[in-house]
């Protein structure tokens, strides 16, 4: 897979330190990568087209059985983002999970991923870092409860990159009582897998990230609009106008998860379209973009200023 040289912009709208400055309207963009190439989907879209009744859609899934490239989409999103001077963070998921055919949970768990040594995945991750986009680990399947794994996966990731790694989102967004000091324990010092699986929103209320003891050395960031749970609402676009909303109002941080693989318009109808028209809304209204890593990392040397001695975290 070539890698199509853009203009590298630099990223102006990106500014941490406006962001932290006070309280602001703030947007950080960020994308799971669960697969980057398409395989069983389309046998699998095929049968769940015809069952809604598309047989546009599903004839097209027939159509391009052979198309596995359709999920790749990285230079898409780099147009998107390096166009309007912005970046975000991609999380690279490292899966393990075991095939057995007789489980049906492992069909959908264990197939279809990739790996993050082959050169096509390893040149992107580089080439992301090199433009000024951000990597994370998308946390395997199982990873949120083992630390070995968990560990493992993170040192893959960085003898990729050359450099360490300190933001982390969980696939499927798991989580227990233990992940989050797993997660610190191996030198994360951020986790943003705290959100809704069905739904968009501010989970449990928290607008900003917050420390996750007074220690004040990893900070959780909730992850409030995801793309297939915007796109299952029935008018996708008024939910999105509403969360922006209150995101403005509340001086928030809104974090935006679109999957890499969605970008594709013909697998994924308005996927793309409805990301760049919730971008430029937010940038009409003067929202400020951070990326994850810089701006916790920001967050956290505030923390620790000699000034904030004593101050509660701006977002409880
Ligand atoms: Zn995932």
């Known amino acids: 897979m070539t890698v199509i040289p853009f203009p590298c912009i630099p990223a102006y709208r990106i500014n941490v330190q406006e962001a932290l400055s006070e309280p602001r309207f703030t947007v950080a963009l960020s994308h799971d990568v669960d697969r980057v190439h398409k395989s069983f989907q389309s046998a699998t879209h095929f049968l769940k087209y015809l069952r809604n009744g598309c047989l546009r859609q599903a004839l097209y899934q027939l159509r391009s059985v052979t198309r596995s490239e359709r999920y790749w989409c990285f230079d898409k999103i780099r147009r ?5 001077g912005l970046r975000s963070t991609f999380y690279f998921l490292n899966e393990s999970y075991p095939f057995n055919p007789m489980k049906l949970e492992s069909w959908r768990l264990a197939l279809g991923y990739y790996d993050i040594f082959r050169p096509a995945v390893a040149g992107m991750i580089r080439q992301l870092d090199s433009e000024g ?3 994370g680990l998308h946390g395997s399947y199982r990873s949120y409860c083992d630390r070995d794994l968990l560990q493992k996966e993170k040192r893959d990731l960085e003898a990729i990159l050359g450099h360490s790694v300190t933001g982390i989102r969980q696939h499927y967004l798991n989580l227990s009582a233990e992940t989050w000091m797993i997660q610190r324990d191996l030198g994360f010092l951020y986790d943003t897998s705290f959100g809704y699986r069905d739904g968009i929103g501010f989970k449990c209320g928290f607008f900003r990230p917050f420390p996750l003891d007074d220690r004040n050395d990893f900070f959780i960031v909730p992850l409030s609009m995801m793309d297939c749970c915007l796109m299952r609402q029935p008018d996708p676009w008024s939910r999105a106008s509403e969360l922006i909303d209150l995101a403005e109002t509340k001086k928030a941080l809104l974090v935006l998860n679109w999957h890499q693989q969605i970008f594709d318009e013909r697998e994924f109808p308005g996927y793309c379209s409805m990301y760049e028209r919730i971008i430029d809304e937010c940038i009409s209204r003067g929202a400020v973009f951070v990326t994850l890593g810089a701006y916790v ?16 975290s701006p977002s409880l």
Not at 297 to 312: D, K, V, W
Request: aromatic share 8%; no cysteine; hydrophobic share 40%.
């Open 133 to 135: 986009f951000e990597i």
């Open 297 to 312: 990392a920001g967050y956290a040397a505030l923390m620790h200023s000699p000034s904030a001695t004593g101050r509660e």
């Open 80 to 84: 998107i983002e390096i166009s309007r």
